[in-house]
């Protein structure tokens, strides 16, 4: 039973990929589709087993990347976009719940190679699901809870947090047996500030709008899904290949800028790029997990010493924009300072039916763009395909009258 | 260009325009709010030039109220305090002092073994104060040394017996530690047995002090006790140098506050557009160079001339 499940699961991934595949903004985006089709068992955790390496499932953006690399384990995101996984988690969750985790219990239920290969898995307890997900999950797996504060702007909870990322790294150390030194965490942090830097590069061509937002979504999703360093080369490949290009984009640098953000879009539920896309629109910036969320700042040290490279990883993490925090003046800041910086000309806004964090942030939001003179589009969904031809009408008409907007 | 790259050359520049004889520096120096080189080189321009101009603008103060120098003299010194005061508030302390450079090299080697300590803010917030109350009181004891029953009383008694000449011109500077010429001249020069008294032990003593914070704390001296740096952080409020900041792109990412060496939190905390210049700031411009976002920066009289942190995914 297993089996077909799974291959249901692979028959999700080769449509999308096969759809993106049809008008791949550049060349260079066949290395995201593989490493997209391989969602379910991604070859570098093969690699890496094979290398003795241990392998740290992560969910969420808060599990700091450079501590998992410094103790010579690899991380992978395990937040699945599955829809059809969910049936199997019928009874264990409540039918109201937010589809990603049902998704990704469901997920690790079906057990596909990505699951298996875990050595342990760490959750963040960001909003109440996932809290609630690192407890079922831990019947089966070794599950760390990594305690995140309430809030960012109380220097206690600042500090728990400081001691919580020092848990990490002991936990980190006892689960490979590795010291994590100085060196190591240097360079780690060397490595993802550089992945960092490389979707910055991505995101300044977005401003030109040189890559559909469908693909450049895909590329920030699959960061979490190959070693860092192949990951980053691709990425500065790609960056190479679209800067060189004239014009090619040049029927999208005058389609609407639409900003999306909410909650997470994981891949293969790609509907709504996807339809923003075929509605004439463009997506030009994000704010959301799988997006540049997870990368946008980078680590930066000020203090060499082991203790304050760890102050550094750990406050950046805290520098997420994540709306678990709050208050979230910081994340709605964010939106703000992209809306400016890509230009936009409107926001995509979406909530997955039952992520409380995202839906009761909506509102205030709708309120700062509304300042900006920028209409919203708040979109309410889940991982299910049947609302596609509804939401259709409604980003259509959005577009179309962004573009009237536009033309005035 | 990164400014921190920048820093250090100018520190030592301006040090030099303001300690050394040769570029006429020491005409200027006594008048201004910043610490001087004296102590090391004092043997040598006592030899060249008498020592009477190595002085901080206390011991100016001083040597103007006991007489040694002509009250005359306490127009320029108000008149250079206020003006780099209001021109540039404490900057001069990031940019131009000895004791500073000292301190920020000190913390480069520092970070290689251990972290900085930070001071728990309420201590840090109490031990700020101690600065002013140093001011006030040797600003109170040079103008007791005025009324000259007391000063001859008091460097007859006190002071003139271990250190004549210095005394009984300035006698408050007995007091003032390891920036005077007495301490590290005793030390590496060799002190004179008579020479050393009782004062010379307190000078000491505060010089372990200074050092002691500088290995644990990032510019320990200049938070907590330079009574000099205090007269400029009198003007940090209303300086035509302001560190400003638009809170709408701030995430709170904390690299200013960790990238900060006076432990200003204002430049994260503090909500809403406009000044973030805390009384400590010597605006070393770390914590502008370290935001991600744009969000701070300096003006001089309103106008942005320095806004850092922009396009590091450029850097390789």
């Given at each position: 039973?297993?089996?077909?499940e799974?291959?249901?699961l692979?028959?999700?991934?080769?449509?999308?990929?096969?759809?993106?595949?049809?008008?791949p903004s550049?060349?260079?985006m066949?290395y995201y589709?593989?490493l997209?089709?391989r969602?379910?068992?991604p070859g570098?955790?093969r690699?890496?087993k094979?290398?003795g390496?241990?392998?740290?499932?992560t969910?969420c953006?808060l599990?700091p990347?450079?501590?998992?690399l410094?103790?010579?384990a690899?991380p992978?995101r395990?937040?699945s976009g599955f829809?059809?996984t969910i049936t199997r988690?019928?009874g264990?969750c409540?039918?109201?719940?937010?589809?990603?985790v049902?998704s990704?219990?469901?997920l690790?239920?079906?057990?596909?190679?990505i699951a298996?290969?875990?050595?342990?898995v760490?959750?963040?307890?960001?909003c109440d699901a996932?809290k609630?997900?690192a407890e079922l999950l831990?019947d089966?797996?070794p599950?760390w809870l990594?305690q995140?504060?309430s809030t960012?702007?109380?220097?206690e909870?600042r500090r728990a947090?400081?001691?919580?990322i020092?848990?990490?790294?002991?936990?980190?150390?006892?689960?490979t047996g590795r010291?994590i030194?100085?060196?190591a965490?240097?360079t780690?942090?060397a490595?993802?500030?550089?992945?960092?830097a490389?979707?910055?590069?991505?995101?300044?061509?977005?401003k030109?709008?040189?890559?559909?937002?469908?693909?450049?979504l895909?590329v920030a999703?699959?960061?979490?899904?190959?070693?860092p360093?192949?990951?980053?080369?691709q990425?500065?490949a790609?960056c190479a290949?679209?800067?060189?290009?004239?014009?090619?984009?040049?029927?999208?640098?005058n389609?609407?800028?639409l900003?999306?953000t909410?909650?997470?879009v994981v891949f293969?539920t790609w509907?709504?790029?996807?339809?923003?896309?075929?509605s004439?629109g463009?997506?030009?910036a994000?704010d959301?997990c799988?997006?540049?969320k997870?990368?946008?700042?980078?680590?930066y040290?000020?203090?060499?010493s082991l203790?304050?490279?760890?102050e550094a990883i750990?406050?950046r993490a805290l520098s997420i924009?994540?709306p678990?925090?709050a208050?979230?003046?910081a994340r709605?800041?964010?939106l703000v300072q992209?809306?400016r910086?890509f230009?936009?000309d409107?926001?995509l806004?979406?909530?997955?039916?039952?992520?409380h964090?995202?839906?009761m942030e909506?509102q205030?939001?709708e309120?700062?763009f509304?300042e900006?003179a920028?209409?919203t589009?708040r979109v309410?969904t889940d991982?299910?395909?049947e609302?596609?031809e509804?939401?259709r009408?409604?980003v259509?008409?959005?577009?179309?009258?962004l573009?009237?907007?536009?033309?005035? | 260009m990164?400014?921190?790259?920048l820093?250090?050359?100018i520190?030592i520049?301006l040090i030099?325009l303001?300690?050394f004889t040769?570029?006429?520096?020491l005409v200027?120096?006594p008048?201004?709010?910043v610490l001087?080189l004296t102590t090391?080189i004092?043997?040598f321009v006592?030899?060249?030039k008498?020592?009477?101009?190595?002085?901080?603008?206390?011991?100016t103060l001083?040597?103007?109220?006991?007489?040694?120098?002509?009250?005359?003299?306490?127009?320029?010194?108000?008149g250079?305090?206020?003006?780099?005061?209001?021109?540039?508030g404490r900057?001069?302390c990031?940019?131009?002092?000895?004791?500073?450079l000292v301190q920020?090299l000190f913390?480069?080697?520092?970070?290689l073994?251990?972290s900085?300590k930070k001071?728990r803010?309420?201590?840090?917030?109490?031990?700020s104060g101690?600065?002013?109350?140093?001011l006030a009181f040797?600003?109170l004891?040079a103008?007791a040394?005025?009324?000259p029953?007391l000063a001859?009383?008091?460097s007859?008694?006190?002071?003139k017996?271990h250190w004549?000449d210095?005394?009984q011109?300035?006698?408050f500077?007995?007091?003032c530690?390891?920036?005077?010429?007495?301490?590290?001249?005793?030390?590496?020069?060799g002190a004179?047995p008579?020479?050393?008294g009782p004062?010379?032990?307190v000078?000491?003593?505060?010089?372990?002090?200074?050092f002691a914070?500088a290995?644990?704390v990032?510019?320990?001296?200049?938070?907590?006790?330079?009574w000099?740096?205090?007269t400029g952080?009198?003007?940090?409020?209303v300086?035509?140098?302001?560190?400003?900041?638009?809170?709408a792109?701030?995430?709170?990412c904390?690299?200013?506050?960790?990238?900060c060496?006076?432990?200003c939190?204002?430049p994260?905390?503090q909500d809403?557009d406009?000044?973030v210049?805390?009384?400590?700031c010597?605006?070393?411009?770390k914590c502008?160079?370290?935001?991600?976002?744009h969000?701070?920066s300096?003006?001089?009289?309103g106008?942005s001339?320095?806004q850092?942190?922009?396009?590091?995914w450029?850097?390789?």
């Amino acid at each position: 039973m297993v089996e077909t499940e799974l291959a249901g699961l692979e028959q999700a991934i080769t449509q999308i990929t096969r759809e993106l595949a049809r008008q791949p903004s550049a060349e260079g985006m066949s290395y995201y589709y593989e490493l997209a089709g391989r969602s379910l068992d991604p070859g570098y955790l093969r690699e890496a087993k094979a290398q003795g390496k241990k392998v740290v499932g992560t969910f969420c953006t808060l599990v700091p990347e450079e501590l998992v690399l410094a103790a010579g384990a690899v991380p992978v995101r395990l937040c699945s976009g599955f829809g059809a996984t969910i049936t199997r988690t019928e009874g264990t969750c409540p039918a109201s719940l937010c589809p990603l985790v049902k998704s990704s219990y469901g997920l690790w239920l079906s057990t596909p190679p990505i699951a298996a290969q875990c050595d342990v898995v760490a959750v963040p307890t960001t909003c109440d699901a996932k809290k609630k997900l690192a407890e079922l999950l831990s019947d089966r797996v070794p599950v760390w809870l990594v305690q995140v504060p309430s809030t960012k702007e109380s220097t206690e909870a600042r500090r728990a947090w400081g001691r919580q990322i020092v848990l990490l790294k002991q936990q980190l150390e006892n689960l490979t047996g590795r010291r994590i030194g100085r060196k190591a965490l240097r360079t780690a942090i060397a490595i993802c500030n550089q992945k960092r830097a490389a979707l910055r590069r991505l995101y300044e061509l977005r401003k030109e709008a040189r890559i559909w937002g469908r693909d450049a979504l895909l590329v920030a999703d699959t960061s979490f899904h190959d070693d860092p360093v192949q990951w980053t080369r691709q990425t500065d490949a790609l960056c190479a290949e679209i800067a060189q290009r004239d014009n090619v984009q040049q029927a999208a640098a005058n389609l609407p800028r639409l900003l999306l953000t909410g909650s997470p879009v994981v891949f293969p539920t790609w509907k709504l790029p996807m339809l923003v896309e075929e509605s004439g629109g463009i997506i030009v910036a994000d704010d959301i997990c799988t997006g540049a969320k997870a990368l946008w700042d980078p680590a930066y040290v000020t203090e060499s010493s082991l203790a304050g490279m760890l102050e550094a990883i750990g406050e950046r993490a805290l520098s997420i924009t994540c709306p678990c925090f709050a208050p979230s003046t910081a994340r709605l800041n964010r939106l703000v300072q992209l809306s400016r910086d890509f230009r936009v000309d409107g926001i995509l806004y979406h909530v997955l039916r039952g992520c409380h964090l995202y839906g009761m942030e909506a509102q205030a939001a709708e309120d700062r763009f509304r300042e900006l003179a920028l209409p919203t589009l708040r979109v309410e969904t889940d991982y299910s395909l049947e609302d596609t031809e509804q939401l259709r009408t409604r980003v259509e008409a959005f577009v179309e009258m962004l573009s009237a907007r536009k033309l005035e | 260009m990164r400014i921190q790259s920048l820093r250090n050359p100018i520190q030592i520049v301006l040090i030099l325009l303001l300690n050394f004889t040769f570029i006429g520096g020491l005409v200027i120096s006594p008048f201004l709010p910043v610490l001087r080189l004296t102590t090391v080189i004092n043997p040598f321009v006592h030899i060249i030039k008498g020592e009477q101009m190595h002085l901080c603008p206390l011991g100016t103060l001083g040597r103007c109220l006991t007489g040694t120098w002509s009250l005359g003299l306490l127009l320029p010194l108000f008149g250079g305090l206020i003006l780099v005061g209001l021109l540039v508030g404490r900057a001069l302390c990031g940019w131009g002092c000895p004791f500073g450079l000292v301190q920020d090299l000190f913390d480069r080697v520092r970070t290689l073994w251990f972290s900085r300590k930070k001071v728990r803010e309420d201590w840090h917030a109490h031990l700020s104060g101690l600065k002013y109350v140093l001011l006030a009181f040797f600003a109170l004891l040079a103008l007791a040394m005025s009324v000259p029953a007391l000063a001859n009383r008091y460097s007859e008694e006190l002071f003139k017996a271990h250190w004549p000449d210095l005394f009984q011109a300035a006698p408050f500077c007995a007091l003032c530690f390891p920036m005077d010429a007495s301490t590290l001249a005793t030390l590496i020069h060799g002190a004179t047995p008579g020479l050393l008294g009782p004062y010379t032990m307190v000078q000491l003593l505060v010089l372990v002090v200074f050092f002691a914070g500088a290995a644990l704390v990032p510019r320990f001296w200049c938070r907590y006790l330079c009574w000099v740096g205090a007269t400029g952080s009198l003007f940090n409020r209303v300086s035509l140098l302001q560190l400003r900041k638009r809170s709408a792109s701030c995430t709170k990412c904390g690299n200013c506050a960790r990238a900060c060496p006076m432990q200003c939190r204002a430049p994260m905390d503090q909500d809403g557009d406009g000044r973030v210049t805390e009384q400590g700031c010597v605006f070393c411009l770390k914590c502008v160079e370290s935001c991600p976002n744009h969000t701070l920066s300096l003006s001089a009289g309103g106008t942005s001339i320095y806004q850092g942190g922009r396009a590091w995914w450029k850097r390789s």
